[in-house]
């Protein structure tokens, strides 16, 4: 069974090698770049030096704890309270249940992050954010709160059914003897 501290330290490593290709694929989606991925890669490193590359390293990081931090706990908490509730038994019902919840609770913990850190991606030269927190209080003021949560359904669209599948496949792999 793997430590807390290897899994922090094998998700920070990977997160660390593959934070590039994110940036290069917000600022796609963003239409601040176009064409080949290698092409991109290569002018973000001209323009931006090597720091370019790892703009958003941080904040995927943050996400990716929310998102964990939101997830696992709702998860357990509902299947407790819903099992104990006496409505619901262990079954997979309960664990489907359960796992919409989680990712609803995921999409809306990490959907303010997410506009955040596209936003801090996709900037180019003349820096329009100062930081992080500068850019979430830039948006909730010019744009209001609700901004935070643009792009909320699509977001909950993919971690919903992810976790369903996710935890679905978890609660069968536990009633295996091994």
């Known amino acids: 069974m793997p430590t807390p501290l290897s899994l922090f330290f094998f998700s920070f490593l990977s997160l660390s090698v593959?934070?590039?290709?994110?940036?290069?694929?917000?600022?796609?989606?963003?239409?601040?770049?176009?064409?080949?991925?290698?092409?991109?890669?290569?002018n973000?490193?001209?323009?931006?030096?090597?720091?370019?590359?790892?703009?958003?390293?941080?904040l995927t990081a943050q996400r990716?704890?929310?998102?964990?931090?939101?997830?696992l706990p709702v998860y357990d908490i509902t299947k407790k309270h819903?099992?104990?509730?006496?409505?619901?038994?262990?079954?997979?019902?309960?664990?489907?249940l359960s796992s919409f919840v989680c990712g609803l609770a995921g999409a809306l913990a990490s959907n303010p992050v997410d506009v955040v850190r596209t936003r801090m991606m996709n900037q180019r030269g003349g820096a329009l954010y100062q930081g992080t927190l500068d850019c979430l209080l830039q948006t909730w003021r010019?744009?209001?709160f609700m901004a935070l949560y643009k792009g909320f359904f699509p977001n909950w669209l993919r971690l919903g059914p992810w976790?369903?599948?996710f935890f679905l496949t978890y609660e069968q792999l536990k009633k295996i003897d091994v």
């Open 142 to 144: 010019s744009e209001g």
């Open 82 to 96: 819903l099992i104990l509730s006496g409505y619901m038994g262990d079954t997979v019902y309960t664990h489907f």
């Open 64 to 71: 990716a704890a929310i998102v964990v931090g939101v997830e």
């Open 163 to 165: 976790n369903i599948i």
């Open 18 to 42: 593959c934070d590039p290709f994110g940036t290069i694929r917000m600022q796609a989606q963003g239409n601040v770049i176009q064409g080949s991925m290698m092409g991109n890669f290569i």
């Open 44 to 58: 973000i490193y001209q323009e931006e030096g090597t720091r370019g590359l790892w703009k958003g390293v941080s």
